[in-house]
């Protein structure tokens, strides 16, 4: 049962009576008690409420389109509270912030309703067979799982988590009830590499095709892991054979099913120097979330927009600057000398930013944080206004990591600053001034 904190003005609940503050008990006799209950027995088109109001219960019947929601509004998104993670994997990023920051960034969720509604990744642990049961019977889909290792032993030593090992077999359960899996494995040196990685992969396999994606990414090492179990980066020649080996399995999958199915993300290539695959190698992008991809899919969504610019465009007059993270920085920069040589009338000044705030070792973008920017960009040439990608703010878009806001930021550099969302088009619009894209 869940508070109704507001109803929405002429909506549905509104106009048959339900109340603010009224306890949703049930749906159509169905305990209600979190989001995914409440959206799966919303989707009738003839509900019955029963509200718990004061001493009295009260019965409520609303007639809608299938999919039509009905005006009720709760205190959280999720209905209930995050669900927080039970392990205390060895190569954990939260346990690698610096002291200091703001309280939520030391928050780790576990969370399998936000793997189906925001596309989080879960370990499973934190899953009963009641839970893979009710994702199974709502069919929710798909789930994303962070695997790491097929090996049980070594899955509960890498996350310290006795029940790590057991909940493997829950794949199973969901692969034979047609659940579609994307899994993700970070990469440990040393841990779960090499023959690991190998023996990991094969048994992923098995789920084919529910498993239709797994991710390979290296694990984000900071300056603080004073006290954690000790991991090393991989070396530039050492990101190429984990490359190889991937690719090679990839390509035998391809030749056996169609699709690849196993990639390495973008970090990889980027640190050993290997040329990122054209756009057609990485089949429908359903691994963009863990860096996979993303920068193959950015150029070309920004030479199709590129393809696109009018006389009237080529003919702007703009003096601008792009800051960016050290791993996409040499691309940023080769596809704004393409945007001028289109656009000769726009000159770009691409400034790559290293990350001192985590210890130099993190390159990509998404953690940026407003004190770096301001720090390696003060006294340089910015033009009219600095680009930024929006990944750099926290999801309410108000804040740097650091907690320097943008228009401190903004103060600090005496620049206005846009930020562009992940998108080719988007960014070379935004670099136009122009809204279109």
């Known amino acids: 049962m869940v508070e109704i904190v507001s109803v929405r003005e002429r909506s549905r609940a509104q106009r048959h009576g339900v109340l603010p503050g009224d306890i949703l008990l049930s749906v159509n006799g169905h305990e209600i008690n979190d989001v995914l209950d409440y959206r799966f027995y919303l989707a009738c088109r003839e509900l019955h409420l029963k509200l718990h109001r004061g001493a009295e219960i009260v019965d409520v019947k609303i007639l809608k389109d299938e999919y039509d929601d009905i005006g009720l509004e709760f205190a959280t998104p999720l209905m209930d509270k995050k669900h927080t993670c039970e392990n205390k994997c ?78 493997l077999s829950y794949l199973r359960m969901l692969a034979d009830a047609g659940i579609k899996l994307r899994g993700q494995i970070v990469l440990c040196k040393n841990v779960n590499d090499k023959a690991e990685l190998d023996r990991t992969m094969r048994d992923l396999l098995e789920y084919y095709p529910q498993m239709d994606s797994v991710s390979i990414v290296p694990a984000g090492l900071t300056a603080y892991r004073e006290g954690l179990y000790p991991l090393e980066p991989f070396t530039p020649e050492e990101c190429a054979q984990v490359i190889r080996q991937v690719t090679e399995f990839g390509d035998k999958c391809v030749e056996k099913f169609g699709e690849r199915i196993f990639y390495c993300s973008d970090e990889f290539y980027i640190k050993s120097g290997t040329p990122l695959p054209d756009y057609d190698f990485w089949g429908d992008f359903s691994q963009l979330e863990n860096g996979v991809g993303m920068l193959s899919l950015f150029e070309y969504e920004f030479m199709c927009a590129l393809d696109l610019i009018s006389d009237e465009e080529k003919e702007i007059y703009r003096e601008i600057s792009v800051a960016t993270g050290e791993a996409a920085y040499h691309m940023i920069e080769r596809l704004c000398n393409k945007l001028s040589e289109v656009c000769p009338g726009v000159k770009i000044h691409v400034y790559p930013v290293k990350n001192n705030f985590f210890g130099g070792q993190v390159t990509v973008t998404g953690l940026l944080t407003g004190k770096d920017i301001a720090g390696q960009l003060a006294g340089k040439e910015l033009g009219e206004c600095l680009y930024l990608s929006r990944n750099v703010l926290r999801s309410e878009g108000d804040l740097f990591l650091c907690g320097m806001t943008p228009n401190e930021l903004s103060e600090t550099l005496s620049v206005p600053i846009e930020f562009t969302e992940n998108d080719g088009g988007d960014f070379l619009y935004g670099l136009l001034n122009n809204q279109k894209g």
């Open 90 to 167: 060895i190569f954990c990023f939260i346990d690698q912030n610096p002291k200091g920051m703001r309280k939520s960034i030391y928050f780790k969720d576990d969370d399998s309703r936000l793997s189906f509604l925001h596309g989080n990744y879960i370990t499973l642990t934190n899953l009963k067979i009641s839970d893979i049961q009710r994702i199974i019977n709502m069919h929710i889909s798909p789930v994303n799982v962070s695997v790491h290792t097929t090996n049980p032993e070594l899955r509960v030593k890498m996350m310290k988590n006795k029940r790590s090992g057991e909940v």
